[in-house]
């Protein structure tokens, strides 16, 4: 069973159909990456998937429930979470802050209107341990403003994390990264995917190849192909509409 | 690991009080006010100082910590208000009544215009709070069996409250400044309360990205309604004891000069960066406003300058500017 299942899924801005009657499984069981060039659409699909744009047409499923148009927190709930291609963390907060406040959501804590942060059980604990786990122990106190920007990063996918989700869709997580710090969010992506499926979108080449169970090309607003990498890399259509467009 | 400060208490006043909860540092100094030379005499400026703090501290609770700018919660004091005054006039001259009955009614104008207003962003929100309020204020204005349209509602009295086997004159107006103080008070703790529980961080998470809020699970609409209403509550049981005051109400409590007045307050102390702002602002403003009115005829020109000054050169309001002073002169 597909954990996302896409049927013909549009969404036009003005006159200009960004995504065009997508339909696309993703197996739960395979990290599955989306490639194609700039205003392909794929940012606009992860923003279909999650709520974020109504889709024009089409349905979105998840483990064959329909979510087409639910809101936002209600799809976070069934287990999809995202970061985004533009870093979205609480910039002006710490990073301890940061962590607790997602923890204390993913706990089911937040209704609380007269009670005491300190006296939420299980929130104190599970926020040291996240941070600790991206090892920024020593970052905790300050804040966020502070970090550099592959830390950052790092704290968006944690935060994306904490709401335990069954799919995590990562919008360009390592753009605009030196190469050691892509390194380091790589390894971590394939970590994450172990135990969570795993959608990227990524321009860098080295790294999909590298990482990908499967592919998915799109091209305009469409699927263009899909396969493993190997079959991607061979496609004539792919060569031609993308990696042909690149020196 | 260095955990947040935002669990540690805050501190307000430093030395001497530095042990005490900066709310009972507050509630001291109020209780002193009778007591201060000069000022001290000026008995219902004060109780109107406490009233307006009440108002202008739960009004920060949107404002300061969800971000929300709304220019009409003046309509929810002003029904408030209304809601007391109506009640001591039809059904009893029961004070303890009279208020509830005040802060439920506008609390519940709150609640249902939060509904239609609390997925709106910025300027739509500002824009539809301003409308409501001035529908407010109009059908008031307008509904003279009810409201007493332009002549208001009058002939209302407080009358002596029994505490267990203690009778309190509140006809002494001292009797009632400490009544109103104590009704803050209360309501102080439990702003604060609100604030600094799990709730009030969900309100600052919005405040500061709202879509990550949003992503991480949180309902983001339903905490800014909560929030919308839980502000028109305390407005307009600021409204109720403001009735119990001056004796009467009018339809100028919905105007918008009054919401206008309560985001003035909120930033001119600091309620962006401190939970005591809208406290400090209340006091500053209501007393500038009753020495600048009775000395010049166009305050009301000062009162824009004021606006202006703030929002320009001290965004932060007072207690945001003393802060930078006091972190400047440490190094
Ligand atoms: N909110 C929006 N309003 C109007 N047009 C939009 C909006 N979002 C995306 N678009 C347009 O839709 C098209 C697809 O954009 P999208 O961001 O999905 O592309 P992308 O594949 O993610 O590109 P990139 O690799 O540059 O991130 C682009 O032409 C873009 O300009
Ligand atoms: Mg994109």
New binding site residues.
């Given amino acids: 069973m597909a954990i996302i299942r896409t049927e013909n899924v549009t969404k036009g801005?003005?006159g200009?159909i960004?995504?065009n009657r997508v339909s696309v499984d993703i197996h739960p069981e395979q990290l599955t990456s989306i490639i194609?060039?700039?205003?392909?659409?794929?940012?606009?699909?992860f923003?279909i998937i999650t709520g974020f744009f109504k889709p024009d047409e089409g349905r979105i499923f998840f483990r064959d429930e329909d979510i087409t148009g639910l809101p936002i927190h209600q799809i976070v709930r069934k287990g999809i979470s995202r970061s985004f291609?533009i870093l979205n963390i609480f910039e002006e907060s710490t990073v301890w802050d940061n962590v607790w406040v997602a923890v204390q959501g993913s706990l089911g804590y937040g209704k609380e209107l007269l009670g005491r942060v300190e006296k939420l059980a299980g929130v104190e604990e599970e926020t040291s341990r996240i941070i600790a786990e991206m090892g920024l122990e020593y970052e905790g106190g300050s804040q966020v403003k502070y970090l550099s920007y592959g830390e950052k990063r790092l704290l968006e996918i944690a935060l994306a994390l904490t709401t335990r989700p069954k799919i995590l869709l990562l919008?360009?997580p390592m753009s605009g990264l030196p190469a050691d710090e892509r390194r380091r969010i790589s390894a971590y992506i394939k970590q994450i995917a172990q135990a969570v499926t795993v959608v990227v979108?990524e321009?860098d080449m080295d790294v999909v190849m590298a990482i990908s169970d499967r592919i998915l090309v799109?091209y305009e607003?469409r699927i263009l192909a899909s396969g493993t990498p190997a079959e991607v890399r061979q496609d004539v259509r792919v060569q031609e509409a993308y990696l042909g467009a690149m020196p | 690991m260095i955990k947040s400060q935002s669990t540690a208490k805050q501190r307000a006043f430093p030395g001497l009080f530095r042990s005490i909860h900066p709310l009972a540092v507050m509630v001291i100094i109020f209780a002193a006010f009778p007591a201060i030379p000069l000022i001290g005499r000026f008995l219902s400026l004060g109780t109107e100082v406490v009233i307006w703090s009440l108002f202008a501290l739960g009004f920060n609770i949107l404002l300061g910590y969800t971000g929300l700018t709304s220019f009409g919660h003046g309509a929810y004091f002003g029904i408030g208000a209304y809601g007391a005054a109506i009640a001591f006039l039809r059904l009893s001259h029961s004070l303890w009544l009279c208020l509830l009955i005040g802060t439920l009614v506008g609390g519940l104008f709150a609640a249902l215009v939060g509904l239609i207003v609390a997925n709106k962003r910025g300027i739509y929100f500002s824009l539809l709070t301003i409308a409501f309020s001035q529908m407010f204020f109009f059908i008031a204005f307008r509904w003279d069996e009810f409201t007493g349209g332009e002549t208001g509602l009058t002939g209302i009295d407080r009358q002596t409250l029994k505490l267990v086997n203690l009778a309190v004159n509140l006809r002494n107006p001292i009797a009632y400044y400490y009544f109103v103080l104590a009704v803050f008070a209360l309501c102080a703790v439990i702003i604060w309360r609100i604030v600094h529980s799990p709730f009030g961080r969900v309100l600052r998470a919005i405040k500061e990205n709202e879509l990550r809020a949003k992503y991480l699970g949180y309902n983001t609409e339903a905490y800014k309604w909560a929030a919308f209403t839980i502000s028109g509550l305390f407005a307009a049981l600021g409204g109720s004891l403001y009735t119990f005051l001056i004796n009467s109400a009018y339809a100028f409590g919905l105007e918008w000069v009054q919401s206008g007045n309560v985001v003035m307050m909120t930033l001119l102390g600091g309620g962006t960066v401190s939970f005591f702002g809208p406290v400090v602002g209340a006091a500053i403003f209501i007393t500038c406003r009753d020495l600048l009115s009775a000395y010049f005829e166009h305050w009301l020109l000062f009162y824009g300058l004021l606006f202006v000054i703030v929002i320009l050169y001290v965004p932060t309001g007072i207690l945001g500017a003393a802060a930078k002073l006091r972190k400047k002169h440490k190094g």
């Fill in positions: 801005f003005g200009l960004a995504v194609g060039p700039n205003g392909a659409g794929k940012s606009t699909f923003n291609q919008d360009e979108v321009h799109m607003g």
